[in-house]
């Protein structure tokens, strides 16, 4: 049988509690908040350059300059999703400062 103790607690103490347990309980079934569960996703030549917002033939120029990374599973080719998102970052940013991405 299941005991029941009744005490007086003050409201933020419970909420802290409430708090802490289901933390706790988030944590055993979740991935640290830092880390994308889908951060080392591969993604098709298709899908990356639809997340980049390029066509198809400069993601393959991108990817001979050495701008993205690509890599060769079989005879296919798979991007990281967490690389085309950092690239997307610099590409955007050199966009906005004049096309210094491109210059060598």
């Known amino acids: 049988m299941t005991h029941v103790v009744l ?3 003050p409201v ?3 909420k802290d509690l409430i708090a802490e347990a289901v933390n706790q309980e988030l944590a055993k079934h979740l991935p640290p908040a830092n880390q994308s569960p889908c951060s080392n ?3 098709t030549r298709r899908e990356a350059a639809r997340l980049l917002g390029i066509s198809l033939p400069t993601l393959l120029d991108y990817t001979k ?3 993205i990374t690509g890599y060769r599973l ?3 080719v798979r991007y990281k999703r967490s690389e085309l998102e950092q690239s997307l970052t610099q590409i955007r940013s050199a966009k906005q400062k004049g096309g210094i991405y491109d210059k060598k």
């Open 12 to 14: 933020d103490d419970l």
């Open 74 to 76: 079989g005879t296919r």
């Open 7 to 9: 005490t007086s607690i």
């Open 65 to 67: 300059q050495g701008k």
């Open 41 to 43: 996703e591969l993604l």
